[in-house]
Structures are given as structure tokens and as C-alpha cells.
């Protein structure tokens, strides 16, 4: 690093106060402008991204000082990292300390659209509900339930073993069998067809690449049970908004959970909004006190060593 009187300049997205305490005074926050002319493109040393602004070849050919690419998160999917690793710029994420909470995070979509949460608590204020009836609202049993995860990387195995704690078999699809999870967890490998056909939930926790991109579509949608619930914690892209929201109004589906959509946000019009068997909320998957600031100090430590030309800890 160079000295307090030379700050080290670096394009930073919407960082927050605390994020920017942490980087100290030898770092000069850009603020970010993806514009050509941009003056800032030209000084950039690093890249810190916040809020997930797109990241690809053009605009890193707009930066010839950029050393390191540093993303707040784990998921890199808006940052082209072919691009970045040609051009011999590391880029670093933030694996592993938010496994935890993205489960806690799983777990609290599927209770919320199973026990009709975010709808009972909207009741409960309205000038509607004048008297206690026991018909209801009637949400769908947990307990005992059968559970399908897809993408039983580390999100997944954290939400596996909350899933045991509430008596939930548990079925899991990946490219390769994992049989230590299956002997460590109690997982029951399954075709990916039949994870759909037996779950009464479906949990997505895995990345989104070419192959997961619109993963759950029509057909996907159709071989789900019609108590199914739909979960989606991994980026909204690996859904199908437009089959989830016909499966969703004609029924097809019980309900479903989402943490991520495509795009993030939805416009305000956007039909899933009008429906009440689905809960949906602001990317929330990594959102807890500890979780969030362990991400900060993680990016922090990417870039600095980024900036010295030294291997990142948690390089991509």
C-alpha cells in the first residue's frame, strides 16, 4: 500500500459507511461511472463491488492500472471473470461465511409460504379479522415433509441439516453424487425430475451458470406436485418469472419463495407482485449483523492484497 498522502484510488459501488471505514485513509473512493469520458476509469487501481454493477471485458479495458476485482458476496456471475483472468486481473469473493445464514435464510422462506405467513400477518392487521376461525388459512405441515435441494454445495448442506432438525426427509440433485453428504447427512440422492416429482419443497441453492439459467421453467414447474413450493435462494435467472407465474395463478403449484428475482428489483407492475401465494423479499439471503460484516472485512482483505500485487486470500 502506498502511503496516507498518495490514496490508492479504487471504483467503489454505493459503499456504505462502515464498509468505507474499514478501507481506511489510503484508499480514494471513486465513485462509480461507467461512462467512457469518465475520469474515474482512467485512475482506478481496484474494483470494489457493492451492489452487483456489471463488470465485463470493455469496461476493464476502460481501466488500464486495475489490479484486482474485489466483490462483496460470493456470487460473481456479474462479473466476467474469463475476461478478468485474461487480462491477468484477479477478482476475489466471499465464500463460506454466509453459508449459514443464506440456510437460516432457506428455512425462513419455507416456513413463511408454508404457514402463510407474510399473508396471516397482513390479515391479522385488517379490518377483516374480527374473530378467531380455525378454517383458516390452513398452511401445509413441515414437519415430515420431504425437502429437495438442488445444489448441495455449502449453502446447501447448512440447509440439509436444518431440514433434519424439523424430522424432513431430504433429497439433493448435483451434477456428481456426493456420497460423504449422504453418509454425514442423511441425504437421499434423486434424479433431477424425481427430486421434483417427490418434494413438497424445492430449495435452489446452486450458482447460476449457462446450465442452471432458466433452470425451472414450464416443464420443471409441471412435474412438481400441486402442494409443491418453489424456493429460490441461488439468482433469480434460474427460474422461468414468466412459467412461475402461470404455475403459481392457475395453482399448478401451492406457492412459492423468492429471495432473488430476475431483474432485481421487479418492476413495480410486474405480475408476480399481484399474487398472494408467493413471498418474496429484498435479497435478504446474507443479510444478518455477523454474516455482513465478516463479507466487508473479506473484500477488504481481497483488495488490499489485490493492490500489493499479492495472491488473494479468497480468489475466484
Known amino acids: ?3 496516507a498522502t498518495t490514496p490508492v484510488p479504487i471504483m467503489g459501488d454505493g459503499l456504505p459507511p462502515v464498509l468505507r471505514e474499514m478501507l481506511g485513509p489510503d484508499i480514494e473512493i471513486l465513485e462509480w461511472d461507467e461512462s467512457p469520458q469518465s475520469p474515474s476509469l482512467a485512475r482506478a487501481v481496484g474494483v470494489l463491488t457493492f451492489g452487483h454493477p456489471r463488470v465485463d471485458g470493455p469496461l476493464m479495458d476502460r481501466m488500464p492500472n486495475l489490479k484486482v476485482i474485489s466483490n462483496h458476496g460470493v456470487g460473481v456471475d456479474h462479473i ?10 484477479p477478482v476475489g469473493n466471499t465464500p ?6 443464506t440456510a437460516d435464510m432457506t428455512m425462513a422462506l419455507l416456513l413463511a409460504t408454508a404457514r402463510n405467513v407474510v399473508v396471516g400477518d397482513q390479515f391479522a392487521r385488517s379490518a377483516e379479522f374480527t374473530h378467531y376461525d380455525p378454517a383458516q388459512l390452513i398452511g401445509y405441515e413441515v414437519s415430515g415433509s420431504t425437502l429437495g435441494i438442488v445444489g448441495l454445495g455449502r449453502i446447501g448442506r447448512q440447509v440439509a441439516r436444518r431440514a433434519r432438525a424439523f424430522d424432513m426427509r431430504v433429497l439433493y440433485h448435483n451434477r456428481n453424487r456426493d456420497t460423504e453428504a449422504e453418509r454425514d447427512l442423511g441425504v437421499e440422492y434423486a434424479a433431477f425430475d424425481d427430486l421434483l416429482k417427490q418434494s413438497d419443497f424445492v430449495a435452489l441453492n446452486c450458482p447460476l451458470t449457462p446450465e ?18 418453489l424456493l ?12 412461475l407465474f402461470a404455475a403459481l395463478n392457475s395453482r399448478r403449484i401451492a406457492g412459492a419463495g423468492l429471495d432473488v428475482t430476475n431483474p432485481e428489483p421487479l418492476p ?13 423479499t429484498p435479497h435478504l439471503g446474507s443479510a444478518s449483523n455477523r454474516t455482513r460484516h465478516r463479507m466487508m472485512q473479506m473484500t477488504v482483505e481481497n483488495l488490499q492484497a489485490g493492490l500489493k500485487s499479492s495472491p ?3 480468489a475466484v
Open 80 to 89: 466476467d471473470v474469463a475476461a478478468a483472468r485474461e487480462r491477468k486481473i
Open 1 to 3: 500500500m502506498t502511503s
Open 312 to 314: 488473494l486470500p479468497w
Open 268 to 280: 413495480r407492475n410486474h405480475p408476480l407482485l399481484s399474487l398472494t401465494n408467493i413471498v418474496i
Open 96 to 101: 463460506g461465511c454466509l453459508d449459514a445464514s
Open 232 to 243: 429460490n435462494m441461488a439468482r433469480g435467472a434460474v427460474v422461468d418469472h414468466d412459467a
Open 212 to 229: 442452471t439459467t432458466n433452470l425451472i421453467g414450464t416443464r420443471e414447474l409441471g412435474l412438481m406436485k400441486p402442494t409443491g413450493i
